[in-house]
């Protein structure tokens, strides 16, 4: 496993903040903005990454194309949701990083035309910011932010830019272990 970028203290701060439109409310009241931002804007591709969030995708019939889990919320292990996925890859990533494994594992489900489902083994987190460099524009990548709501990254030029200058500033560590 090479561990390709490790998340430093300041940015942690900083992803503490959305990376896109924040929904605020209950799990129906999100899914309901959602939905409504789906039927308008239409997105190429919807991309969940975290448990609670592909789960409730799911239940309220809003099915991603990739889902990202690590059968975990708030650190707690949780049964595995059922999201509907043709394939399943399984990756390991630490928590605090993004591992070369993880990031050929998300280009290589965004190149299918299937819905896909990666369960990490560690951490899930981090792979919002390779989600959104990787998928094409015009789609969207949703994910929890906790006690608050849902975030959705419309991925543009911009966007993938920003999430560029964010790995740029991660610690570049190339370890095999």
């Known amino acids: 496993m090479t561990i390709i970028y490790t998340l430093t203290p300041k940015l942690r701060r900083k992803l503490k903040e959305p990376l896109g439109m924040l929904i605020r409310g209950s799990f129906k009241e999100t899914m309901e903005g959602f939905r409504d931002i789906v039927e308008k804007e239409k997105p190429s591709r919807t991309i969940s990454v975290g448990d609670t969030v592909s789960k409730n995708l799911a239940r309220n019939r809003l099915f991603p194309q990739l889902s990202i889990v690590d059968n975990r919320v708030m650190r707690k292990s949780v049964q595995a949701a059922p999201l509907v996925a043709e394939s399943t890859i ?3 990533n630490p928590p605090g990083t993004i591992t070369e494994e993880a990031i050929a594992a998300i280009q290589d489900a965004l ?31 949703v994910y929890g932010q906790p006690y608050e709501g849902v975030v959705v990254v419309k991925v543009t030029a911009q966007k993938k830019a920003e999430v560029t200058q964010i790995l740029k500033a991660m610690e570049n560590v190339r370890k095999a272990k």
Do not use: R
């Not at 035309?113 to 951490?123: L, Q, R, T």
């Open 90 to 92: 399984y990756v390991k």
């Open 111 to 141: 190149k299918s035309n299937c819905p896909v489902k990666i369960v990490v083994d560690g951490e899930e987190d981090l792979l919002a910011l390779i989600a959104v460099l990787y998928a094409p524009e015009s789609s969207f990548v």
